[in-house]
């Protein structure tokens, strides 16, 4: 059962029907309590009893050694438990003291681990997390609140679990909207509707998430509701700029955003919500103040974590114009330009030579452009760096899928694409179609004829195909274009062997060789070719 429906359902059980409730966790929920677990280092946990002894609060000392999961929490005595909980509070005490932001999560996973049954520290990690670009940790957080949600004994103290629940739906509702999943972050706010009436924070993502999913009568009673309790209040000119932004009219939009000045707590998200409408409007000066300015709302306490860089846009090409993007720890979207992001994280997976960086960008890549998708900003574009890094991957379905429909959209707006056309053309070969790779290889190297990879690829179509001559020049086009392609060279070896030209095939395979030294594969093939020279 979902928490979706917990609220409604305490109204109606006992409170050990309701604590019951927390056998029916679903399977992901339990995953991402092993994530956590993981996080807490829980493994030292089985070594013997918990200590609860009190230990001051000195630089030395981590509670993560005493971390626990929630089901190993609440089996504890109660005396167990306190103890836990008094500790627990001087690191949450703890946190809102220390200078920088790393320090303040570590006090706040310390209390997390100590007392995994306190929703609030678990919201406050997310939050946090959120803030820092980290959306899969948040999420992670918000499932432990959720779990510690469900398995809260709400008689004994009702007051403190509507809060938790509040701040959860809320958490839950803002990092589905940062994330352009406006179905689900309805579905979180719905859960929360009997406690809303009246309350402005629920009205303002409430309106957001209603004039991003397009329902206009919504959003304009939600912007009336807000009109009426305050007429300055900037966030029915916020909602209203979203709902036109997201109706293709970006001017009527703009018009509506321009003189908002926003100074709530979520004024980062406001700023950054007009960003991207001047972004999308072609007004680039508005849209790096209005990045600025959300980069300075930014409500986290540490500012040293976040570093501005300036990125040409995904759709902008490396001649467009450059747009301010907030990185935390150098690595993670905070605020500014979702689609500079974009561009800069497929920059950085294209250039990682390291195995773990090209995967971490690769995540971000994949990440950002479905948020880019989903917000309808930059499709085509974002649809085809997904589709890279999907094939790079190795999954082809998806990765043809976003090409095929980037390859269409690309098309239609007059900008044929040659690494789109010579990717879906090697997603064929890696299926050992030739005659469906040659259709768009052939178009990529119309568009771009020093495309090495694609004269290799077509070297071997034509390999597939039989036509020994063409193979032989499509692949020397390809070595001479890029030397180290040892693609060009094996396949070339490969043809020479069958062709029995037994000197060209040694050559050919011993560049492929050196070229790629760890593949077994080659090494065999090249020893068969010199002893077929030794003994012919």
Not at 47 to 70: H, I, K, N
Not at 88 to 115: F, I, K, M, Y
Not at 157 to 183: K, P, S, T
Not at 463 to 488: G, S, V, W, Y
């Amino acid at each position: 059962m979902p928490l979706f429906n917990l609220i409604e359902m305490r109204k109606t059980k006992s409170p050990a029907a309701v604590r019951r409730w927390g056998f029916l966790l679903s399977a992901g929920g339990l995953l991402l309590l092993l994530l956590a677990a993981l996080l807490f280092n829980l493994a030292g946990c089985a070594r013997g009893p918990v200590r609860t002894t009190f230990v001051p609060l000195g630089p030395e000392y981590s509670a993560r050694q005493d971390s626990l999961g929630l089901e190993q929490f609440l089996a504890l005595p109660a005396g167990q438990r306190q103890a836990r909980r008094e500790q627990s509070r001087l690191w949450v005490e703890r946190a809102d003291h220390v200078p920088r932001l790393a320090q303040t999560l570590g006090c706040l996973a310390n209390a997390a681990g100590l007392t995994p049954d306190d929703a609030a520290t678990w919201c406050r990690l997310a939050e946090i997390r959120r803030w820092a670009g980290d959306y899969v940790q948040a999420s992670t957080y918000l499932s432990n609140a959720e779990q510690a949600l469900a398995r809260m004994d709400r008689a004994g103290d009702n007051e403190n679990w509507l809060d938790c629940f509040r701040r959860l739906v809320l958490d839950r509702a803002w990092l589905h909207y940062d994330r352009g999943e406006y179905g689900d972050a309805r579905r979180w706010l719905r859960t929360g509707r009997q406690m809303s009436e009246g309350d402005a924070d629920f009205r303002r993502i409430g309106g957001l998430v209603a004039a991003s999913l397009n329902q206009r009568s919504r959003a304009h009673g939600m912007a009336d509701d807000i009109l009426r309790a305050d007429p300055a209040d900037p966030d029915a000119g916020w909602i209203l700029g979203v709902l036109d932004r997201n109706q293709g009219n970006l001017r009527e939009a703009f018009n509506f955003v321009g003189g908002l000045r926003p100074d709530n707590h979520h004024a980062a998200e406001c700023y950054r919500d007009m960003g991207e409408i001047a972004e999308l409007l072609g007004e680039w000066t508005y849209a790096r103040r209005w990045y600025e300015e959300s980069a300075a709302a930014v409500p986290l306490d540490d500012s040293s974590v976040l570093r501005r860089t300036d990125h040409p846009r995904l759709s902008g090409g490396v001649d467009g114009p450059l747009m301010p993007v907030w990185l935390a720890y150098s690595r993670y979207y905070s605020t500014g330009s979702l689609s500079a992001y974009a561009a800069a994280a497929l920059a950085r997976f294209e250039a990682a030579s390291e195995v773990g960086d090209k995967d971490f960008w690769a995540g971000q890549v994949v990440d950002v452009t479905g948020t880019l998708v989903r917000r309808m900003v930059d499709r085509p574009q974002a649809l085809r760096a997904r589709g890279l890094v999907f094939s790079y991957k190795g999954m082809v379905d998806r990765a043809r899928k976003d090409l095929r429909r980037a390859d269409r959209m690309l098309e239609e707006e007059g900008l044929p694409d040659a690494r789109v056309k010579a990717e879906l053309g090697h997603l064929w070969l890696l299926e050992e179609d030739h005659e469906k790779a040659l259709p768009p290889l052939r178009a990529a190297l119309a568009l771009e004829p020093d495309l090495a990879r694609a004269w290799s690829d077509l070297g071997l179509c034509h390999i597939m195909a039989k036509q020994e001559d063409q193979a032989r020049q499509a692949l020397t086009r390809a070595i001479t274009l890029q030397p180290d392609l040892a693609a060009a060279w094996y396949n070339r070896g490969l043809m020479n062997v069958h062709a029995g030209r037994w000197a060209e095939a040694r050559d050919d395979l011993s560049q492929a060789a050196r070229l790629t030294p760890d593949n077994p594969e080659i090494g065999r093939l090249l020893q068969q070719v010199q002893l077929k020279l030794r003994n012919p």
